[in-house]
């Protein structure tokens, strides 16, 4: 461990050459900080370590070192879950994701979602010593008197971070994107399970191999199977997805099932060869006139001259599939591939 700076109270306090004044003293979990050390870490009086946060002192606070090898480097960032950080593990020095969620949040999303991840990656199709290609490996998940974490395979940028960098994708690499995409969905699918939630953020790049794309973020997955038959078609209490995305169903508070994760995947496509989607310029405040909006572009699209004929071709098969109807899957990917050889 890096030198100790003592903290006042429990010995002389010290300046090492070039380093900072050590912060304040402070408790932790009611514990008392004895001592701040160069490599962001503090000694509590039983001598456990915690780790601080200089970025997120107040939303995050000060943790125990997580399963007693993970740390934290930085803030990725935050959703309706709570927040994503960097971190590597102390024994190995692998960097990792960690998702944090309080448990005073009583949602339970992490926890759900780990147990998704867990189930997508057992034994099945296109498994190999690395698990399921494209479905981020769980490594650890747990908790503490605080927090949920979940320690996950961490992933280079995503589908919209690149996208804000480019500006447009060619009609191959949308292709090429889309294929991958329909196999990720293949594989959920045949798990028996719904994504619901496919935008260009739920999809990101390897941190090594940035030709495999990865889906992510399983807070609004959900099982369309029930001791193995289909669920039944009903209304939902309310709208579940991305506005941008969201299949027409989903608009319409209906229940969703296979056919909706591959209408939002269709938005999403045209989405990145376009640039944009036009109800995204919809700007009405009142939620119920931007969603009848937004259905009403939606509902012609097919009839939009700027969209390749693939695309209109794939909206016209998807938006025909019954509600627990098994899409064609391989006559999708041969649509595609077809369009790239032209």
């Known amino acids: 461990m890096n030198i100790i700076i003592p903290l006042g109270g429990k010995g002389e306090r010290f300046q090492k050459e070039g380093?900072?004044?050590?912060?304040?003293?402070?408790k932790v979990l009611n514990k008392e900080i004895l001592f701040y050390t160069i490599d962001n870490l503090v000694i509590t009086e039983e001598d456990k370590i915690f780790i601080i946060y200089n970025k997120d002192l107040d939303e995050f606070n000060f943790r125990e070192l997580i399963n007693n090898k993970y740390h934290i480097l930085e803030k990725l960032g935050s959703g309706y879950f709570g927040s994503i950080y960097k971190g590597e593990n102390i024994r190995t020095k692998e960097i990792v994701a960690i998702k944090v969620e309080p448990i005073s949040n009583e949602t339970k999303l992490l926890k759900n979602e780990s147990v998704i991840y867990q189930h997508l990656q057992s034994s099945g199709s296109g498994q190999g010593d690395d698990g399921v290609k494209g479905i981020p490996k769980v490594k650890w998940f747990g908790k503490d008197e605080i927090n949920y974490?979940?320690?996950?395979?961490?992933?280079?940028?995503s589908l919209q971070t690149i996208k804000n960098k480019s500006g447009v994708f060619s009609l191959t690499?949308?292709?090429?994107?889309?294929?991958?995409?329909i196999c990720l969905l293949r594989t959920i699918h045949n798990k028996g399970l719904l994504h619901r939630d496919i935008k260009p953020d739920n999809f990101l790049l390897g941190l090594n191999d940035k030709k495999q794309i990865y889906i992510i973020d399983f807070g609004f997955c959900k099982p369309f199977l029930k001791n193995d038959k289909h669920i039944s078609i009903k209304k939902t209490n309310g709208?579940?997805?991305?506005l941008a995305y969201a299949s027409l169903n989903a608009h319409h508070f209906w229940e969703q099932s296979r056919r909706d994760d591959l209408e939002s995947l269709g938005y999403m496509l045209i989405y990145f060869i376009n640039g944009s989607l036009d109800w995204q310029a919809t700007h009405?405040?009142?939620?119920?006139?931007?969603?009848?909006k937004i259905i009403w572009m939606k509902e012609r699209i097919i009839e939009n001259s700027s969209i390749p004929d693939v695309f209109l071709n794939y909206f016209r098969y998807v938006r025909k599939l019954s509600f627990d109807e098994q899409p064609n899957y391989e006559m999708l990917i041969d649509l595609f591939l077809k369009n790239m050889e032209k």
């Open 239 to 242: 709208f579940i997805g991305s």
């Open 173 to 181: 690499l949308t292709l090429q994107i889309g294929i991958q995409i």
């Open 284 to 292: 009405d405040e009142n939620v119920t006139d931007k969603n009848k």
């Open 19 to 26: 380093y900072k004044e050590p912060k304040p003293l402070i």
């Open 149 to 157: 974490y979940m320690v996950l395979d961490l992933l280079g940028e």
